[in-house]
Antibody
Framework: EVQLVESGGDLVRPGGSLRLSCAVS????????MHWVRQIPGKGLEWVSG????????IYADSVRGRFTISRDNGANSLFLDMDSLRPEDTAVYFC????????????????WGQGTLVTVSS | SSGLTQDPAVSVALGQTVRITCQGD??????ASWYQQKPGQAPVLVMY???NRPSGIPDRFSGSSSGNTASLTITGTQAEDEADYYC???????????FGSGTRVTVL
């Protein structure tokens, strides 16, 4: 069974930093590109960032570029999101999501999602 | 970047058919994927590619596309299909991903 489990969400002050983690099991993690997607409570989904299997290609939404850094550790089956200069508008549930295609590169859809971790940015 | 437009809400009688649409320039180049999200839960992929259902998704879900519009159809809607549905595709030109604003399906 494929499982994605996020952790690291917390209450943080504006301008602060946070690291999110996503532990993946039930699949060969290194075979897949991975992504972060966020959702403001009660609102829609927003894609945040993606990373290929070997970290050679990394992409960010304009809203987070320069502030967030995605990374992965294939040996530890883990995905990370380092979030700096946090703003109140970054408050959201953050989901990690697995790309469906198994060539390790970006494809069209996300076939497995974690349950999400809540990040609250507030003074 | 381009956006994807969805109707905010639609209602359907139990056992009837509902079509959810998604419009955007990106859909001229990429297929839409569709996700079902129930309150407090993670999204679930229900349709991708031309008309592909992941394992475990009932065959009452089907997909289609034409030009800049993609559609998800639920035939014989069940009570458990009540949820928010999001379309998603690659974004034209900048190698990003984009989601539609979501459609809330209410089963009457």
């Amino acid at each position: 069974e494929v499982q994605l489990v996020e952790s690291g969400g917390d209450l943080v002050r504006p301008g602060g930093s946070l690291r999110l983690s996503c532990a993946v099991s039930g699949v060969t993690f290194g075979d897949y590109a991975m992504h972060w997607v966020r959702q403001i409570p009660g609102k829609g989904l927003e894609w945040v960032s993606g990373i290929t299997w070997n970290s050679d290609d990394i992409i960010y939404a304009d809203s987070v570029r320069g502030r967030f850094t995605i990374s992965r550790d294939n040996g530890a089956n883990s995905l990370f999101l380092d979030m700096d200069s946090l703003r109140p508008e970054d408050t959201a549930v953050y989901f990690c999501a697995k790309q469906r295609g198994s060539n390790g590169y970006f494809s069209d859809e996300f076939d497995y999602w974690g349950q999400g971790t809540l990040v609250t940015v507030s003074s | 970047s381009s956006g994807l437009t969805q109707d905010p809400a639609v209602s359907v009688a139990l056992g009837q058919t509902v079509r959810i649409t998604c419009q955007g320039d990106a859909l001229k180049s990429y297929y839409a994927s569709w996700y079902q999200q129930k309150p407090g839960q993670a999204p679930v992929l229900v349709m991708y590619g031309k008309d592909n259902r992941p394992s475990g998704i009932p065959d009452r879900f089907s997909g289609s596309s034409s030009g800049n519009t993609a559609s998800l159809t639920i035939t014989g809607t069940q009570a458990e299909d009540e949820a928010d549905y999001y379309c998603q595709s690659r974004d034209n030109g900048d190698n990003h991903y984009v989601f539609g604003s979501g459609t809330r399906v209410t089963v009457l």
